[in-house]
């Protein structure tokens, strides 16, 4: 009787991980594209970035080529370029963190919130610790000219971003913005007239953060930040930044081509437009696994935003 009881435990332990762990669990075969991370050269992270906030809890390692960012009781964390870019191609391959991580934000974004703070602009990827599983979402959003419109996706992952480093990446330039995974697309925002006033067009910094974002990301605090698990701890390496730097120069001035390899990320050919590969990967990666758009939600809008229609 102990040994059947025994059994049935184990079977009912092992349905209750299944269930918790959603995406994790999925098993897809990921569709071939040309690897634009491979291209350009990495930037230090102790050359590259200033901290931002939470000093103490942001450490260096392999000579300033990797970061780890914590978020405690005490505070997050967070690195800002010491450069401004107008375009450009950005990428990191972070690492998240594991157990259970509700509330808990990684954020990878561009931003000039500090120059026009009542009229700024942001391309962000937001790595959202679930509210209710052991699990991370994918959220992406764009900004122009302020914050009254917000135009989130939202996707599974179809991996366990808390195993290994992944690589998460924006390019943005006169012709599209794309958000990649691991190199496959998973969202574009084409610079097509149909928003102009919606397009970010002022130089940004790009930031690296980890927030308590209960309040935020969690219906309202719903599930909090369970700090009975911290530090949580993020770890960012192969940090990317190429593209136009406009500082010190004003913007409207011509720009400084010193971070550009002779893969120019703000026109050149692998930059301007998706590849039918790409493309491919895009619309598998968005029927599999996009759950939230903002062009669907008529309960949040009504009149959609023009670039939906």
Same mark, same amino acid.
């Given at each position: ?37 491979? *291209?350009? !050269?990495? $930037?230090? =992270?102790?050359?590259?970035? /200033?901290?931002?906030?939470?000093? @103490? ?42 157990? *259970?991580? !509700?509330? $808990?934000? =990684?954020?990878?974004?561009? /931003?000039?919130?500090?120059?026009? @703070? ?192």
């Amino acid at each position: 009787m102990a040994i059947l009881q025994h059994i049935l435990f184990m079977s009912l332990s092992m349905f209750c991980m299944t269930s918790v762990v959603s995406s994790h669990s999925r098993h897809y075969t990921t569709p071939s594209v040309p690897r634009l991370t491979d *291209l350009l !050269s990495h $930037v230090s =992270v102790d050359t590259g970035f /200033s901290k931002f906030f939470g000093g @103490p809890n942001i450490k260096l390692i392999n000579n300033g080529s990797m970061a780890t960012l914590a978020l405690d009781k005490t505070s997050g964390s967070g690195l800002v370029s010491r450069r401004k870019y107008y375009y450009g191609f950005f990428s990191a391959a972070i690492k998240l963190p594991a157990g *259970l991580t !509700s509330g $808990v934000v =990684v954020a990878f974004y561009l /931003s000039n919130a500090d120059m026009y @703070p009542h009229s700024h602009d942001e391309i962000d990827i937001e790595l959202l610790g679930h509210d209710k599983r052991i699990d991370w979402v994918l959220q992406t959003n764009v900004y122009a000219n302020g914050v009254s419109t917000g135009r989130e996706e939202k996707f599974y992952f179809w991996f366990d971003p808390t195993q290994q480093h992944h690589y998460y990446s924006i390019l943005w330039n006169s012709h599209h913005i794309v958000f990649l995974v691991d190199n496959i697309p998973v969202r574009e925002f084409p610079n097509n007239g149909k928003f102009s006033t919606a397009y970010p067009s002022k130089p940004m910094s790009l930031y690296v953060t980890i927030w308590d974002g209960s309040q935020w990301a969690t219906h309202g605090g719903k599930y909090p930040v369970n700090y009975k698990y911290a530090p949580f701890v993020a770890s960012f390496a192969d940090m990317e930044m190429a593209g136009c730097i406009t500082n010190p120069t004003p913007p409207g001035s011509s720009c400084s081509n010193a971070s550009l390899s002779s893969m120019d990320p703000v026109g050149g050919p692998y930059f301007v437009k998706l590849s039918n590969q790409q493309i491919t990967a895009m619309d598998w990666a968005r029927r599999k696994l996009m759950f939230y758009s903002y062009c669907k939600d008529t309960s949040r809008f009504k009149v959609l935003p023009p670039e939906c229609t």
